[in-house]
């Protein structure tokens, strides 16, 4: 199947490659169904897709590019609704705020998503925890010469 994008031109996928949100993403609730592939021009990051809104794509990267020591607890909740049966089935990414500002770009460590790869289940996860920053900055940037 091809999916028009807005941004991302024509991109190929098939049913096995769709991730179903059945809640939705904060923001995006009645969108349930996505596709995520690399970004062309730097393969850190990702676009996850909607299949329902050619307009909708989210930027993401793995948090552990950004900080190498972040983890959580996926809650029991969590691990039942995606299925989960083992670590290896889980993929972790954030969601990037996009800038010309390359010192304005960050990512939401509160916030990950949580994908399935299995089962092809995903949900966006909320943490109660203060170490993490909904605005953490993607790159350190040294003005000194």
């Given amino acids: 199947m091809d999916l028009v994008t807005k941004y991302h031109g024509v991109r ?36 996850l897709h909607s299949i329902e809104d050619t307009e909708v794509g989210l930027v993401l990267v793995s948090p552990f590019t950004i900080l190498v020591d972040y983890e959580f607890k996926i809650p029991d909740t969590y691990i039942k609704e995606l299925q989960i049966a083992s670590p290896q089935q889980v993929l972790v990414l954030t969601t990037v705020t996009l800038d010309s500002n390359i010192e304005n770009m960050t990512t939401n460590l509160k916030a990950p998503i949580i994908i399935n790869i299995k089962e092809k289940l995903g949900e966006q996860l909320i943490l109660d925890n203060d170490k993490y920053k909904i605005k953490q900055p993607l790159f350190k940037v040294d003005n000194k010469l």
């Fill in 12 to 47: 190929e996928y098939s049913a096995e490659d769709v991730i179903v949100f059945k809640k939705g993403l904060p923001g995006f609730k009645e969108l349930k169904n996505f596709i995520i592939f690399p970004l062309e021009s730097n393969k850190v990051f990702s676009i």
